[in-house]
């Protein structure tokens, strides 16, 4: 049985940080790049972060680059989301995923939500104004 669960998420000031987890367990992990989504109220899921523990590589959507920081521990088939700088506009229900690498030349970049064919059940984070 594949699983993704997620932890980490909470409550947080403005400025604050949290470090999101996703420990993954069924699937040969280093075959799959795994996620970071995140849907806020009324808005559609956005993929923010990607990394392809085998190869070393990440992936950060704009809104969060230079704030984010997605690393993994191949020992413990566990990803980690290092969110710092936190924004109100990060507030959302975050959602790990394993899917494939996507690759154009030697630019490594996240596909699409619907390609990604196994999900945890989310984690809230709410940061406050």
């Known amino acids: 049985e594949v699983q993704l669960v997620e932890s980490g998420g909470g409550l947080v000031q403005a400025g604050g940080s949290l470090r999101l987890s996703c420990t993954t367990s069924?699937?040969?992990?280093?075959?799959?790049?795994i996620g970071w989504f995140r849907q806020a109220p009324g808005k559609e899921r956005e993929g923010i972060s990607c990394?392809?523990?085998?190869?070393?590589?990440?992936y950060y959507d704009d809104s969060v680059k230079g704030r984010f920081t997605i690393s993994s521990d191949t020992a413990k088939n566990t990803v980690y989301l290092q969110m710092n700088s936190l924004r109100p506009e990060d507030t959302a229900v975050y959602y790990c995923?394993?899917?494939?690498?996507?690759?154009?030349?030697?630019?490594?970049?996240?596909?699409?939500?619907?390609?990604?064919?196994?999900w945890g059940q989310g984690t809230q984070v709410t940061v406050s104004s």
């Open positions: 069924g699937i040969a992990f280093d075959d799959y790049a």
């Open positions: 990394i392809s523990s085998s190869v070393g590589m990440t």
């Open positions: 995923a394993a899917g494939p690498a996507h690759w154009s030349g030697s630019v490594y970049f996240m596909g699409p939500d619907y390609e990604y064919a196994y």
